[in-house]
């Protein structure tokens, strides 16, 4: 089955800098999602980007599915940016999951 | 229009009871999937249901069950509950089956289980 890394496993910013998640997965897709898990556990979309570049306010994300990557850009993070961001893409009917990268966003 | 909804929110139960979780899909959404969350861990898949029929059973035991009905809720059963059953239960909907839709699946904000 596909495998996904996520990396790094853990990242601590001050309020106001910029990060770079990564996800390697080991086959070439086309469905991969962005998703952040706050403190209280709520799963939210960010990006649905089988491949290219999107961009939301301070987030952007980058999928190149030939070369099995995708990134995640924060820019000008804030406190409200912590949680665990997860990348995670289709295997037949079920989402395959990364093991996160948790992001702590200090003031 | 309401996102996928989940209840109960937060649950208490002993080993060996049995316990019902529920989800009502995005409306227009036929598609329901369940996954389960351990602490420090990414969202396991364990059904998709699909026009009430399974389209997919991740790796679970048997007395891991579900189901869905005519308007495309769900529910999810787990009997003979152990103290590693204790974790966070997610819902998500989407409007395809995800084994032939290009379209992303949207979670719920989850069931809390704790076995004592």
């Known amino acids: 089955g596909i495998q996904v890394e996520q990396s790094p496993p853990d990242l601590i910013l001050q309020e106001g800098a910029n990060s770079t998640l990564r996800c390697n997965f080991s086959?070439?897709?086309?469905?991969l999602q962005w998703f952040h898990q706050n403190p209280w556990g709520q799963l939210i979309n960010l990006f649905y980007?089988?491949?290219g570049t999107k961009q939301n306010g301070r987030l952007s994300a980058t999928t190149v599915a030939t070369e099995r990557y995708s990134l995640l850009y924060i820019s000008s993070s804030q406190t409200t940016d912590s949680g665990v961001y997860f990348c995670a893409l289709r295997e037949g009917g079920k989402l395959i999951f990364g093991q996160g990268t948790e992001l702590s966003v200090k003031p | 229009d309401a996102g996928v909804t989940q209840s109960p929110t937060h649950l208490i139960k002993t080993r060996g009871q049995q316990v019902t979780l529920r989800c009502s899909p995005i409306s227009g959404h036929k598609s329901v999937s369940w996954y389960q969350q351990v602490l420090g861990q990414g969202p396991q898949f364990i059904f998709q249901?699909?026009?009430?029929?399974?389209?997919g059973r991740g790796n679970f035991p048997d007395r891991f069950s579900a189901r869905q009905f005519p308007n495309y809720s769900s529910e999810l059963n787990v009997n003979a509950l152990l103290l590693g059953d204790s974790a966070l239960y997610l819902c998500a909907s989407s409007s395809g089956p995800l084994d032939y839709s290009n379209q992303p699946q949207h979670f719920g904000d989850g069931t809390r289980l704790s076995i004592l």
């Open positions: 086959d070439s897709v086309n469905n």
């Open positions: 980007i089988p491949s």
């Open positions: 249901y699909y026009e009430k029929e399974e389209r």
